[in-house]
């Protein structure tokens, strides 16, 4: 890791409850992600994955160590200014897409400025549906869209503030291989074109191989990791060998 890593995690712990029913969900893991690049989370079903991504979006606090995303020190903000940085440096996708039923495309991507109290400019907007195919869409509804469009509307609107880095928790989940694959090719292409950085947890190898780097967690540590973008059959070969060990 070193200081010019956009997110860093130093030592960071997260115990879930107390007593006999303490769960360390992450032990000590020291990590960073360098800008413009793609990484890819993996490791077995509770194995820290999302309390890992979690922890590093500033949206759950650790139990012990540090988060620093973009150079700010996430323990040394309050509530308020924890949710203000996040809402301008972070970018989050989940397996569920998250869209607001009622709202079209448009506001959909639009709701992160308003959050922010930012009035949404309508170009900015836009932009950011074209960067995912999706300009023709724009006023349409998310139960009018397919699953992959859906997908693509959140990374629309997780990309529309300009954030540092964009988080994506298994954003192929539930998806059929063909569109996951287009949003797989989206999220490389913002790293790539853009210069984004972008970690994203998955359980499949052809989804991890888009990404520059595969970290491999096991009982909340980071036991391994592959770096120079490994192929599907590597990863998929290293993931049974930890899987093998956690039986
Ligand atoms: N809110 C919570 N309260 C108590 N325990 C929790 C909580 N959230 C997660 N855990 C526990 O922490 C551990 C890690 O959970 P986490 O959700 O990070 O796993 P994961 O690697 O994302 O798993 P999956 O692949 O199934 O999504 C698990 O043992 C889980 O049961
Ligand atoms: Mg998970």
Redesign the pocket.
């Known amino acids: 890791m070193t200081s010019t890593d956009t997110v860093q995690l130093w030592s960071v712990s997260r115990v879930?409850?107390s007593g006999d029913q303490a769960?360390a969900?992450l032990d000590g893991v020291t990590t960073g992600f360098a800008p413009g690049t793609f990484t890819a989370v993996m490791?077995p079903?509770?194995?820290?994955?999302?309390?890992l991504l979690h922890c590093a979006a500033g949206l759950d606090r650790p139990s012990d160590g540090k988060v620093v995303i973009d150079g700010t020190d996430l323990g040394t903000l309050t509530e308020d200014e924890l949710t203000l940085l996040r809402r301008a440096r972070v970018g989050f996708v989940f397996q569920s897409f998250n869209l607001v039923s009622a709202l079209t495309a448009e506001q959909n991507v639009a709701l992160p400025l308003r959050l922010a109290g930012r009035r949404p400019d309508a170009t900015k907007v836009r932009a950011a549906l074209a960067e995912v195919g999706l300009a023709e869409r724009a006023g349409h509804r998310p139960s009018e869209l397919s699953g992959g469009q859906q997908q693509r509307v959140a990374i629309a609107r997780a990309l529309v503030t300009k954030p540092a880095v964009i988080f994506a928790d298994e954003p192929t989940g539930a998806l059929d291989t063909t569109t996951s694959r287009a949003v797989l090719k989206l999220l490389r292409g913002l790293v790539d074109h853009q210069g984004q950085t972008v970690i994203m947890?998955t359980?499949d190898p052809v989804a991890a191989a888009y990404a520059h780097r595969v970290l491999f967690?096991a009982d909340g540590r980071v036991v391994d990791e592959l770096t120079g973008g490994p192929g599907p059959e590597t990863i998929a070969a290293r993931m049974a060998s930890l899987e093998v060990t956690a039986c």
């Open positions: 879930y409850g769960v969900a490791g079903s509770g194995s820290g994955k999302s309390t947890v359980h967690l």
